[in-house]
């Protein structure tokens, strides 16, 4: 990557932990954490590693949709991220 890019890659990397970390986020992303953890608790996480699609299969078939960034009313790839 250039200087260039490097820098743009960094300044959104702290924007994003800056808006994850704002009050009005805050319960978001916690439910966004609680809703991966239960449903990686009820595949069986516990004792063994699960995979992210496996997740999103699972996912997809307890709720009838698909896992997508605005699950749990925040951006969740920012939840996994931050786990």
Not at 11 to 30: I, M, S, T, V, Y
Not at 64 to 73: C, D, H, S, Y
């Amino acid at each position: 990557m250039t200087k260039r890019v490097c820098f743009r890659h960094d300044k959104e990397e702290r924007e994003k932990f800056n808006r994850a970390n704002l009050p009005q986020n805050c319960g978001k992303l916690l439910e966004g954490r609680r809703l991966l953890v239960e449903l990686v608790y009820e595949m069986g996480g516990e004792s063994t590693a699960v995979a992210w699609t496996a997740v999103q299969s699972y996912y997809q078939n307890k709720y009838n949709k698909p896992l997508t960034k605005q699950v749990g009313g925040g951006d969740l790839m920012r939840v996994v991220e931050m786990i």
